[in-house]
């Protein structure tokens, strides 16, 4: 079980409150298919994935990047219950669609870069070190089926 302080809950809760969930998970998403081109073999349906433009440009990578955000503001909801909010999540990447685990991981680096970017200086290395621990945690959750 993990122990939030209250400054990483409040934290936590205030970077979900600030960001805009359809810009934030497009450029996050974007940017992980686009620095980790190996990522794109589980999107074959999405179009044209060929280069930085067509990515960025994807309304299917628009879409698929807020459905991330989507299922991160679940976990902001449920702090506490974070493998369980995500159990079925993680049974279906790791049972259906073998997505390799370590990209969650790649993606949580990405969405770090975007929301950083968004929060400017109120990104501290507190406000980062929060934000750290939550994206460990939800990538631990996801990881949970695979072992």
């Given at each position: 079980m993990v122990v939030w302080t209250d400054f990483e809950r409040t934290t936590i809760q205030d970077i979900f409150s600030k960001i805009d969930y359809a810009v934030?998970?497009?450029?996050a998403f974007s940017r992980c298919l686009i620095v980790y081109p190996w990522t794109q073999r589980y999107f074959g349906g999405f179009g044209n994935l060929y280069n930085a433009a067509a990515i960025t440009s994807n309304p299917r990578v628009a879409s698929h990047g807020k459905?991330?955000?989507e299922a991160l503001e679940k976990a902001v909801?449920?702090?506490?219950?974070?493998?369980?909010?995500?159990?079925e999540l993680s049974a279906l990447h790791s049972e259906k669609l073998q997505v390799d685990p370590d990209n969650f991981m790649l993606?949580?680096?990405?969405?770090?870069?975007v929301v950083?970017?968004?929060?400017?200086?109120?990104?501290?290395p507190e406000v980062h070190a929060a934000f750290q621990k939550f994206l460990a945690v939800?990538?631990?959750?996801?990881?949970?089926?695979?072992?």
């Open positions: 934030v998970g497009q450029a459905v991330i955000m909801k449920d702090m506490d219950n974070i493998k369980a909010t995500y159990a993606l949580g680096h990405c969405l770090t870069i950083a970017s968004q929060l400017s200086k109120a990104f501290t939800v990538v631990s959750s996801l990881r949970k089926q695979y072992y």
